[in-house]
Nanobody, 126 residues
Framework: QVQLLESGGGLVQAGGSLRLSCLAS????????MAWFRQAPGKEREFVAA????????YYEDSVKGRFTISRDNAKTTVYLQMNSLKPEDTAVYYC???????????????????WGQGTQVTVSS
């Protein structure tokens, strides 16, 4: 049974930092593309960042480039999202997702991902 368990969300002031973690089990983690999506109230789920299997490549949504960093530790089957310089518009539920794509590529659309975590709330106050 595949499980993705997010942690690290919380309440932070604008300009602050948070690090999200997603512990994966029950899947071939090192072969997966891992991604973070987020969903704010009344909005659709949107792509934030993705990290491919080896050779590792990373991809970011434009609004988070230079502020967020995605990384993975295959030995710990964990993917991270370091979020710096947080803004109120980053407020959302953040979801971890896993997918398997040809050539170790990625997708920025939710329905391509096979597995999802339950989400963790990130709230940035102004």
């Amino acid at each position: 049974q595949v499980q993705l368990l997010e942690s690290g969300g919380g309440l932070v002031q604008a300009g602050g930092s948070l690090r999200l973690s997603c512990l994966a089990s029950g899947l071939a983690f090192s072969m997966s593309t891992m991604a973070w999506f987020r969903q704010a109230p009344g909005k659709e789920r949107e792509f934030v960042a993705a990290i491919t299997r080896t050779p590792i490549n990373t991809y970011y949504e434009d609004s988070v480039k230079g502020r967020f960093t995605i990384s993975r530790d295959n030995a710990k089957t964990t993917v991270y999202l370091q979020m710096n310089s947080l803004k109120p518009e980053d407020t959302a539920v953040y979801y971890c997702a896993a997918g398997f794509f040809p050539g170790g590529s990625y997708r920025d659309t939710p329905h391509y991902y096979n597995y999802w975590g339950q989400g963790t709330q990130v709230t940035v106050s102004s």
